[in-house]
Nanobody, 119 residues
Framework: QAQLVESGGGLVQPGGSLRLSCAAS????????MNWYRQAPGKQRELVAA???????NYADSVKGRFTISRDNAKNTVYLQMNSLKPEDTAVYYC?????????????WGQGTQVTVSS
């Protein structure tokens, strides 16, 4: 069974940077889109950034120009470089992947990593 594990969250001051990583492991045949979502307290989960297997990217308007999504297909890993962080970026960030594994194709989620932007 496939598993996604995020890392890299933490506390950062406004204007600072963080880099999130998400590694997929298990009996994986192919990984298609890989995405980052976030959920702030009292709000719905929202799509932050997405990247296809070919490297095409898409961003939420709120993070364009500040966040960069990338992936290393050899390592089954997706990254989210977050710059110029704002307090409103505070949320739990979740990795999501559309992948084909031994037990079938589907969307898999990581456990989430907390990002807090505060002075």
């Amino acid at each position: 069974q496939a598993q996604l594990v995020e890392s890299g969250g933490g506390l950062v001051q406004p204007g600072g940077s963080l880099r999130l990583s998400c590694a997929a492991s298990g009996s994986i045949y192919s990984i298609y889109a890989m995405n980052w979502y976030r959920q702030a307290p009292g709000k719905q989960r929202e799509l932050v950034a997405a990247i296809t297997s070919g490297g095409s990217t898409n961003y939420a308007d709120s993070v364009k120009g500040r966040f960069t999504i990338s992936r290393d297909n050899a390592k089954n890993t997706v990254y989210l470089q977050m710059n110029s962080l704002k307090p409103e970026d505070t949320a739990v960030y979740y990795c999501n992947a559309d992948l084909w594994a031994k037990d079938g194709r589907g969307h898999y989620w990581g456990q989430g990593t907390q990002v807090t932007v505060s002075s």
